[in-house]
């Protein structure tokens, strides 16, 4: 028997006990399967509707198929029907069932205009095909069967209740009319069907309705089965009707509870409200000696703003005056006389924690090396003793931030008697490594606080002779412990393998024979499961090890990243993948050695909803140790690394149809771009610029995108706002009678999102590029890029990188809850800083970019609504724009490959007076009220990193509950 459908397997068990059946189920919900696991000799728990159930049945055949109530539920039931005929054995059978969708109470409801969808019953809101007599018989005429048998159950209702309803309507119940009523097909509850293959079938062949209903849904199969068993009781039936009955006692029960716990909350809230009433009727009394001290603190606001205009006059002053003195030759000789003492003194204290911790001077050497990028050695000795050290901060962090985030014994101990608690299998593949290091990397699996695991080790076909004698050690000393000899070398992939062939867990993680898990690695990991059990992929924080075991390069990752994942490998360690996945994509590819890992990740995400299914745990769990020979000491350790990258990352873009073109980055080492086709057609891209009285800014921002831009099919909206200046008018004119350049007035206050979406309104183009008029573009491919971006169907907004003048960093993509509402990623930056972790020079999605330059289609702009311009005159409109397409379930996305200078607030000035401080004020508190833990939460940013600043550097407040 193959029981489509098997639920929590009450009809199995009677197939097996009673029949002796051998049965086999198929289930959609995971937790009806395992209840089923105890009632059928097999369950697979996999979607008909797709093809990976069939795989795993292998060359299984069956006597009898049943689909009991499934058909109704699948959005192509033929396709199903079409793939069972191959299941079955010479002789075998289906035996399905399917409600009516022609019964008397239907066609009454649809005389009255209406379809009542409810829980359970014929309108089942589940249902996606309703089936009458006659569709009946195409569906299993154009599946591949003969039914040879059609019977159904029946629920006739009262000529009363028929009549009473028709006369409402206005109709006369006559008995001929009634007789309507009361035909087989109308009558009919339920319909019962037996078939069996024939791909010959004709419509022709369909047996007519019986005037003899059964009694019960369970009778055929009874019937049938009698004749193969020659043994058939009601047992069944019986069993289904009190579990039914059950279920409905149990529903009930639990309606009941709610509606007792929703009137306690009623309650309590009626109270709370009049308590509250009271309050409010006792503050309103003092709310005119209120207003009378708030004007009197806004008189001494304004006083205070000219102070501080004052203050600052003078600040100019004092700061020339020291200008002039450190310029003076006395000052100089000074400063070079000085020079010694001054470094000495401000060394002192980097002197003493090299000599009490040597190995991080190694490592603050080589990090050094990799950010100088050929610096001098007179540069790197300045850096090398100064405090703003990665390496020194982070082991300072370690021990002064890091520990706040441990579990505590009693969470581990509830933890580890979960009932739910999952069994994680360690995937470690093993050749010739260092025993000191194969030590210490089992040893860091035995202390995890979390206790459901087992280690699945596959020696591939090691040399040395320590490595057998230290897994049979291990093996024999731990149950947990499983080891798998290879009697031939096959590389990483090939190991991994074996060593999957080991694991019997829900979950499997990937670990490298040299790396260490930290102690509460499993015990995030199995916190994260069982909190969210859609999860089918997760990943922490990382941080690489040292030759001298120094902790160092610490990777604080963003939540799942679609494009930073296709610009490198994101995910790396610690990845936890659900057993059922590894296994259903084909498990670790050969080929792909140095990026086997990335390559396994892309595969899984395809058949994934990343938003849902993929977890990250912001904390470092995984410590990758760096010696020469591992990918974790540099981009360049291992070049067929890159290699086999690119490949892994062509390979998904193929089996995803996505025309592009992968190369190694030409912006740092060892990363990846992805270049996005355009269609033939180019798409009109309108480019919205607004101004006032910036016609030099303008100008340049004009003439900028005439003469470098590659990209050939766009318009230019110049949008004037109330300018004035003579200059601004006359060169406005002038623009106007220009072939692909319209200018058009908007004589209303400064709006910026209103202006933005007047100007959509008269806009050509199927993107709209808003782009401010300080804007001055660098790279000639700027707007091919975007758009190649913008048209992909997952995209929302695109954003470019914006420098200032001087060559610093003004935009690489916004944080939410940087400062407040959202900074500008590693502001201020040089243009040879890679950023953190490479992220000011990788394309990579951000929840928000800045409007000074974004792009997006039509689509996605109507979709949303355009811009606030109620609550969002000047301020944060960007961001919000941003966010509300993120919710909306597009992407948002940075690519540092769109070049552009960025004259910022020089034609609209800066927030320097008393009214638009206040206008800015109220914007920011707009913005925390309507997303506040977004804000706290950006998921394109790590709750480790600081919001007090804009460099990535550390949180060093430690991440609270509500941050992970």
């Known amino acids: 028997m193959l029981e489509l459908g098997c639920a929590t397997g009450y009809m199995s068990a009677y197939l097996r006990r009673e029949l002796g059946c051998y049965v086999v189920g198929v289930e959609y919900d995971r937790a009806m399967a395992n209840k089923a696991k105890s009632a059928c000799d097999r369950v697979i728990v996999g979607d008909v509707q797709k093809p990976n159930w069939l795989k795993r049945l292998g060359d299984e055949r069956f ?44 066609r009454l409801e649809l005389l009255e205009g209406r379809f009542t969808y409810e829980d359970t019953g014929l309108l089942d809101r589940t249902h996606l095909h309703l089936f009458t007599y006659h569709s009946l018989r195409e569906l299993f005429v154009r599946g591949g069967f003969r039914v040879d048998e059609l019977s159904y159950t029946f629920h006739d209702m009262a000529d009363s209740e028929v009549e009473s309803r028709l006369n409402r309507l206005g109709f006369e119940a006559s008995e001929r009319g009634l007789a309507l009523f009361h035909t087989p097909e109308a009558a009919a509850f339920q319909f019962i069907v037996s078939a069996v293959p024939d791909a010959s079938a004709a419509a022709g062949d369909f047996p007519a309705l019986s005037e003899k209903p059964m009694e019960s849904s369970m009778e055929v199969y009874r019937n049938l089965l009698a004749e193969l068993h020659q043994a058939g009781t009601t047992a069944a039936t019986r069993l289904q009707m009190i579990e039914e009955r059950d279920r409905l006692l149990e529903q009930q029960q639990e309606h009941l ?44 606001l304004s006083a205070a703003y000219a102070e501080v205009g004052h203050m600052t006059a003078e600040a100019t002053r004092y700061r020339q005056s020291l200008k002039d003195v450190t310029n003076s030759r006395g000052w100089r000789g000074y400063m070079a006389l000085t020079t010694p003492l001054r470094l000495w003194r401000g060394a002192l204290p980097q ?60 969470g581990v101990l509830a ?65 947990q412990i499983k080891v798998i000899y290879r009697e031939n070398n096959g590389h990483i992939a090939a190991a991994t393998n074996s060593a999957l062939s080991l694991a019997t867990g829900d979950y499997v993680g990937l670990m490298d024979h040299d790396d260490v898990l930290t102690p509460y690695a499993l015990f995030f990991v199995a916190q994260e499961i069982i909190l969210h059990p859609q999860a089918e992929l997760i990943y922490s924080d990382e941080d690489k090890l040292n030759s001298e075991g120094v902790r160092f390069d610490h990777y604080f990752k963003p939540d799942f990243n679609p494009d930073l994942m296709r610009s490198h490998n994101m ?45 990250h745990i912001p904390w470092i ?117 220009e072939n692909n350049i319209t200018v058009i007035r908007y004589d209303k206050p400064f709006n910026f999102s209103a202006i933005n979406n007047y100007a959509v309104e008269r806009a050509k183009g ?58 500008h990623a590693m502001k201020y930056s040089s243009s040879a800083d890679k950023g953190y972790m490479g992220r000011s020079v990788l394309i990579q999605n951000y929840t928000a970019v800045t409007a000074a330059c974004l792009l997006l289609r039509r689509q996605v702009f109507d979709a949303v609504s355009g811009f606030d311009s109620d609550n969002l005159a000047v301020a944060f409109n960007d961001v919000d724009l941003c966010i509300r397409i993120y919710q909306k379930g597009y992407y948002n996305l940075w690519t540092p490959y769109a070049e552009m200078n960025h004259h910022e607030s020089a034609s609209r000035g800066a927030e320097d007076t008393p009214d638009k401080q206040r206008r800015f004020t109220l914007e920011a508190e707009y913005m925390l009220e309507k997303y506040g833990p977004l804000l706290e939460r950006d998921p394109a940013y790590n709750p480790n990193l600081t919001r007090c600043g804009e460099d990535f550097s550390l949180n060093w407040k430690g991440v609270v509950d509500g941050d992970d």
């Open 63 to 106: 006597d009898i198929i049943t689909c009991a109530d499934i058909l109704e539920h699948l959005r192509e039931p033929i396709s199903l029907l079409q793939s069972l005929p191959g299941l079955l054995r010479e002789g075998g059978r289906l035996l399905a069932s399917l409600p009516n969708g022609a019964h008397a109470a239907l």
């Open 257 to 300: 509870t709610l509606l007792h716990d929703l009137r306690d909350q009623h309650t309590a809230q009626i109270e709370s409200l009049s308590k509250t009433i009271a309050e409010l009727q006792q503050e309103a009394a003092k709310n005119n000696v209120l207003h009378q001290e708030l004007q009197q603190l806004d008189r001494q």
């Open 351 to 410: 002197v003493k924690r090299y000599i009490r911790e040597p190995g991080l001077l190694g490592s603050r050497i080589t990090e050094l090396k990799r950010k100088e990028e050929g610096g001098s050695w007179r540069s790197m000795l300045t850096h090398l003793f100064t405090d703003t050290s990665p390496t020194y901060n982070y082991s300072l962090w370690i021990d002064e931030v890091e520990p706040v985030g441990i579990p505590t014994a009693k």
């Open 415 to 479: 933890l580890n008697n979960h009932a739910e608690s999952p069994l994680i299998s360690i995937l470690m593949p093993v050749y010739n490594v260092a025993e000191s290091w194969l030590r210490a990397a089992i040893e860091s699996v035995l202390k995890q606080s979390y206790r459901h695991w087992e280690l699945c080790i596959a020696d591939d076909c090691s040399t040395k002779p320590h490595i057998k004698r230290v897994l049979r050690e291990y093996a024999d000393r731990y149950k």
């Open 571 to 615: 995910i790396c360690h610690f990845g936890v993948y659900r057993r059922e996945l590894v296994e259903r994509v084909g498990g670790i590819r050969e080929g792909f050695d140095g990026a086997q890992d990335y390559d396994l990740a892309l595969r899984c995400l395809r058949e994934l909803d990343a938003r849902r299914q993929v977890r």
């Open 621 to 737: 769990l995984y410590h990758w140790r760096a010696i020469p020979e591992s990918t974790a000491s540099g981009a360049d350790a291992k070049s067929y690394a890159v290699e086999a990258a690119i490949r892994a990352v062509e390979d998904d873009l193929k089996a995803r149809e996505i025309d592009a073109e992968v190369t190694e980055s030409d912006l740092i080492a060892g990363m990846i771009r992805v270049r996005y086709g355009l269609p033939e057609r180019l798409p009109l891209v309108s480019i919205i610029i607004p101004t006032r009285n910036g016609e030099s800014l303008l100008r340049q921002c004009i003439e900028s995108i005439k003469d470098k831009t590659g990209y050939s099919k766009y318009e230019i909206l110049v949008v004037d706002n109330q300018s004035d200046d003579a200059k601004t008018l006359d060169y406005l004119q002038r623009l106007g009678s």
């Open 766 to 823: 199927e993107l709209f590029c808003f782009m401010n008029d300080d804007i001055e573009i660098i790279s000639e491919d700027w707007l091919g890029e975007m758009v190649s971006h913008a048209l992909r169907p997952e995209i929302g907004a695109v954003g470019a990188k914006l420098w200032y003048p001087d060559g610093r960093l003004q935009h690489g993509g916004v944080v939410l809850g940087l400062g407040g509402v959202a900074g």
